[in-house]
């Protein structure tokens, strides 16, 4: 799983046509799991994934949602969560 770095406040961003040609490319992927993760209420949860990613994790889409990242990823602690959570 991969992750985009964090992002200052002011930095210029990508243009919409890069996230559009990104996302269209890892959303017809097999070969690649990817989840979206925003903080919500404290806790980061899933806002997106693909159909990899969920048969990776092995949850129904439903009840990837409903979890924190903590949850669904439980081997990752501390650094290693922060690491891949830049957003």
């Not at 046509?17 to 993760?37: I, Q, R």
């Not at 159909?51 to 092995?58: E, F, S, T």
């Amino acid at each position: 799983m991969a992750a985009v770095s964090e992002v200052p406040p002011g930095a210029p961003l990508p243009s919409p046509e890069v996230v559009a040609a990104v996302f269209h490319e890892v959303t017809v992927s097999e070969a690649m799991a990817v989840l979206v993760v925003e903080p919500i209420g404290g806790q980061h949860r899933v806002r997106w994934c693909n159909d990899r990613a969920v048969q990776a994790l092995g949850y129904a889409l439903e009840d990837i949602r409903s979890r924190t990242l903590g949850q669904l990823l439980p081997s990752l602690r501390g650094g290693e969560s922060r690491f891949l959570l830049r957003r």
